[in-house]
């Protein structure tokens, strides 16, 4: 099949940047999008021009790395996946595909499809742990949970911090990424100490990054790769709320 | 035979199960004020680097982590799989530390440390303990307990597991106790930035030098130690289920200043992955071996048969791991399973349209499941339909991820048809050569993780190299490196203006201008295909003499045209992934060459590396022990030119025997 392909070519961030066009020949249905990407790269460095930069990894789904913008949609018009498991049979013969960077002021473009998603550690970093030492964990089985809670638990912690959830958000919001961590804790009993300190630094990180609020459009959920629910938002802001009630108490 | 005086092992003294524990009670300490002004370079952020990090950040030393990605959480580790080992018996199914230690020599055929393995196996359980107490979301079962499931090679269950992300759970968990310490302060981390050489200094390592990826620049950074936390080197096959980032550099550069390679050509092909589709490939995806819990893997009967899976009947068809090993069956290690699937499909009884497949079919388990599920839920005299829809519904709850990743890549459904698998390149077990205190042959140089050789031998459990990643990182690294540093304390920070960073950076950037400065014919990926292609054929699954010594002049020709005619687009102060990708490739073509070298040298068989020459009369690899119960380390000399340096390996606990899974 041949895909018509426009790419975000954008040299650096000073770069105002632009889209360009591409004829890709001889796409296989069996290719991913990004093994499209590797052979229009293969072609564009043969041609002596300046191949596409583009974020990818492990191209399992798992890292988190991938980050296109494809036709208006993060990671592609398929549900619960991310870019490098997007295959081209999800595409027709003689496609127009648009393909731009994550869009958000806090994840500056560094070069054509690769912004600089470093807020997401710093968020981390400010409270997104259970402060816990190498050498002080009694016998795992000494901490029961029940299964429910467990799933639950983990299925907050499935999310990949790929940033599909803020590029989805109209106002850039990083709240699904910032409630799946915040919920993974506040759903377990190792995660009760700081329960409160957490949520509020995590939120207070959150909104110096520049991400917006959350206006409750559902966008995020729709588009993560891991199917992150929007509970976890619900969840988040009641962390916040009664974080805050105790904290007027004192 | 007697080991080279060159590799001092350090080996405690003691019995075997004392070692580790008096070790630990009498390595030198380095006092809390001394530890605030020493500095640690760790390279690597998976579970190895992450876990180390934090760990001596948290004991109160000044930590600086680089990696290559955008972020540590995106290391490689993040994507294993199936799950964690640990010698916790809560399953009351005869486990111990013993065994997993006796169960890890065997499985790696022999060829890995007795002293390494116990203390891993001793740590096993602290790690699961830690990792719980971070909040890392393992599987329970309903009465809150942890659950567990079984891996080959083993006859217990001992694999902790979170669904089929237990490494990204694992790994988040360490990245999380990292950004901890970053936040705190106690961790400066370098993210997007590339480890292109080690700075020695009087013999101990110093320093790196680091390429800042997104702006291009050099960097010169100091450290009293250095930790190697850098992964395994299987993408020198390009075809490889690591990331496509993973790389050999930062290990290569080590042992091209002085630390020895141990067992390079000790690589695991992984039995369950998921086939080549076509040339466009650029990397083949890992189906869990945690399906071979309760998949069958099974051939037709009959040559190049060409019936749909479902059509073919029960008789007719071979499961041939349940036939050649019916007390390990389909849960044999994965040398063994690998080789049965290539001699199966090299026989004429693959499938597919590649005929280089094997199925692994879940009809069955399903059926199993569907029944048990049906007694718990009290259904009397269910219908098949029922049974086999609640049976779909507990395989998806143990394994729903991976079958919808085999649907996303192949187009099929797993829940209806039998998956296609093939063998493929997974993990390396060689790696720096290591002594006890995971210190190479550079003092002040460590490698941590998959980076060194020392506890799979010649072959990987599954479920190991995550337990082997966090040992390393939480529990050993922490207590060994007091060996060195408590003589390091009056060592004050050197500037890094100091000669030996001058000649480091200056010839890191001369290789970047060459590489840029070639302006050739063919992309990098054009030589690394030929590269993999060479390796898969020639040192990959099955080796013969003739067929390394190809290889060699092969990979030897193929360098000298890299140099000659690769083309590398762009510059070297600007974000440019065709050039890091340059030299990452460069690497590996100097070390495919060791892998042959190293391969050529092992006349005999064990795990990974079979060498068609040694086998026994039904296709079991044929070890020599009296010629070659040792570790090859070599010693980089020059270009193309290594000298062997072989350590003992000397069994005091374990009787050394053929190994036996039927």
Redesign the interface.
């Known amino acids: 099949m041949t895909i018509n392909l426009k790419v975000w070519r954008q040299?650096?961030n000073a770069d105002k940047g632009r889209l360009e066009t591409y004829v890709v020949k001889d796409v296989?249905p069996?290719?991913?999008f990004?093994?499209m990407f590797?052979?229009l790269n293969?072609r564009?460095?043969?041609e002596?021009?300046?191949?596409i930069?583009f974020?990818?990894?492990?191209?399992?789904?798992?890292?988190?790395?991938c980050s296109m913008f494809i036709n208006g949609r993060p990671h592609g018009p398929k549900q619960?996946?991310t870019t490098c498991?997007l295959?081209m049979?999800s595409f027709n013969d003689g496609d127009t595909v648009v393909v731009e960077p994550w869009r958000a002021a806090a994840f500056p473009v560094?070069?054509d499809l690769?912004v600089?998603?470093?807020a997401?550690?710093r968020v981390?970093?400010?409270?997104?742990?259970?402060?816990?030492?190498?050498?002080?964990?009694?016998?795992?089985?000494n901490?029961?949970?029940?299964?429910p809670d467990?799933?639950d638990?983990?299925n907050a912690?499935?999310c990949?911090?790929c940033g599909a959830c803020v590029a989805a958000c109209k106002n850039s919001s990083a709240m699904l990424f910032v409630s799946a961590k915040v919920s993974?804790?506040a759903l377990?009993p190792?995660?009760q100490v700081e329960r409160a300190e957490r949520v509020e630094k995590m939120v207070a990180q959150m909104d110096e990054e520049g991400f917006g609020n959350c206006t409750n459009t559902g966008a995020c959920e729709a588009e993560c790769p891991k199917s992150i629910s929007l509970e976890n938002i619900a969840r988040m802001n009641r962390e916040y709320l009664s974080a805050k009630l105790l904290a007027n108490k004192k | 035979m007697s080991t080279s005086p060159k590799l001092k092992s350090k080996i405690p003294d003691g019995t075997l199960e004392n070692k580790w524990t008096k070790y630990r009670s009498t390595v030198p300490l380095v006092n809390p004020a001394n530890k605030r002004s020493i500095e640690i370079i760790v390279v690597g952020s998976g579970l190895a680097g992450s876990?180390a990090a934090?760990?001596l950040a948290?004991l109160g030393y000044k930590v600086k982590v680089f990696c290559f990605?955008?972020?540590?959480?995106?290391a490689?580790s993040?994507?294993a799989q199936g799950g964690i080992n640990a010698a916790?018996n809560?399953q009351n199914d005869g486990d111990s530390v013993y065994r997993l230690f006796y169960d890890t020599i065997k499985g790696g055929d022999y060829r890995a440390r007795e002293a390494n393995v116990h203390r891993l196996a001793e740590v096993s359980?602290?790690i699961?303990?830690?990792?719980?107490?971070?909040?890392?979301?393992?599987?329970?079962?309903?009465?809150?307990?942890?659950s567990n499931r079984s891996f080959g090679g083993t006859q217990v269950q001992r694999t902790f597991y979170?669904?089929g992300?237990t490494?990204?759970?694992l790994l988040?968990g360490a990245?999380?106790?990292l950004?901890?310490q970053?936040?705190m302060g106690a961790v400066s981390?370098y993210?997007r930035h590339e480890m292109l050489d080690v700075v020695v200094i009087d013999g101990k390592a110093r320093g790196i030098i680091a390429r800042d990826l997104?702006t291009g620049k050099l960097e010169r950074h100091f450290g009293h130690a250095v930790l190697l936390c850098t992964g395994g080197y299987g993408n020198v096959f390009f075809l490889s289920?690591n990331?496509?980032?993973s790389n050999v550099t930062a290990a290569w550069k080590a042992h091209r200043k002085g630390a020895f390679f141990a067992n390079p050509c000790f690589t695991q092909i992984h039995t369950t992955c998921i086939p080549v589709?076509?040339d466009?490939?650029?990397?083949l995806?890992?189906m869990s071996e945690s399906l071979r819990n309760d998949g069958r893997i099974w051939v037709p009967k009959k040559q190049n048969d060409t019936r749909p899976a479902t059509q073919i009947p029960e008789e007719e068809r071979d499961y041939y791991l349940e036939r050649r090993y019916p007390a390990f069956g389909n849960l044999v290690p994965r040398d063994v399973a690998s080789r049965a699937a290539k001699e199966r499909c090299d026989a004429g009884y693959g499938v597919g349209t590649s005929k280089m497949a094997v199925y692994l079919d879940y009809a069955s388990a399903i059926e199993r499941y569907g029944k048990i599920e049906a007694n718990k839920q009290g259904i009397h005299h269910p219908s098949q339909d029922e049974i086999i829809k609640l049976g779909k519904s507990v395989v998806k709850e143990k394994y729903g991820n991976l079958f919808?990743?085999y649907k996303?890549?192949t187009?099929e459904d797993p829940y209806e048809v039998p998956m296609r698998i093939y063998p493929a390149v997974h993990y390396t077990m060689g790696g720096l050569w290591v002594d006890y205190n995971l210190m190479t042959t550079i003092p002040g140089l460590y490698a941590l993780g998959e980076a060194n050789f020392s506890d799979h031998g010649a072959n990987r459990l599954g479920a190991s190299a995550l337990m082997q990643g966090l040992a390393d990182g939480?529990?050993v690294i922490?207590y060994t490196i007091g060996e060195f540093l408590s003589g390091e304390i009056r060592t004050k920070a050197i500037p890094t203006d100091h000669p030996a960073f001058d000649d480091a950076e200056k010839s890191a950037d001369e290789r970047v201008q060459k590489l840029l400065s070639i302006k050739g014919?063919k992309?990098v990926?054009?030589f690394h295909k030929r590269l993999g292609k060479i390796m898969w054929d020639e040192c990959g699954m099955a080796r013969n003499e003739n067929g390394l010594k190809k290889a060699i002049a092969e990979i030897q020709q193929l360098r000298a045209e890299f140099w000659k005619d690769v083309?590398v687009?762009?510059s070297s102060n600007?974000?440019?992934?065709?050039l890091e990708k340059a030299g990452r490739v460069a690497d590996f073509l100097e070390l495919g060459e060791l892998m042959c070298v190293d391969a050529l040298g092992r006349n005999e068989s064990c795990g990974g590396h079979f060498r068609e020459e040694h086998q026994t009369e039904d296709g079991e690899a044929l070890r020599h022990d009296d010629q070659y119960a040792f570790v090859a380390a070599w010693e980089y000399q020059a270009d193309s030119k290594w000298e062997l340096h072989k350590e003992d390996l000397a069994y005091e606990n374990i009787k050394i025997a053929q190994r036996n899974y039927k």
Request: charged share 20%; with cysteine.
């Open positions: 040299k650096n296989s069996d290719m991913s990004l093994e590797d052979v293969e564009l460095i043969t002596g021009k300046e191949p930069a974020d990818h990894d492990c191209r399992e789904g798992i890292c988190g790395m619960g996946i498991q295959h049979r560094i070069k690769v600089n998603r470093s997401f550690d981390i970093s400010a409270g997104g742990f259970v402060s816990v030492n190498t050498g002080n964990a009694k016998d795992a089985n901490i029961l949970i029940p299964k467990a799933d638990a983990f912690a499935a990949i911090g993974q804790f377990l190792q995660g | 876990s934090a760990t948290e990605q955008d972020s540590p959480r995106r490689h993040i994507a916790k809560y359980g602290n699961i303990d830690q990792c719980v107490a971070q909040g890392v979301p393992f599987a329970r079962e309903y009465g809150g307990t942890l979170a669904a992300q490494g990204q759970q988040l990245y999380t106790a950004q901890r970053v936040g981390m993210a997104t289920t990331a496509m980032g589709s076509g466009h490939q650029s990397k995806t890992l919808d990743m996303q890549i187009g939480y529990f922490p014919t992309s990926d054009y083309r687009p762009g600007e974000l440019n992934p065709e």
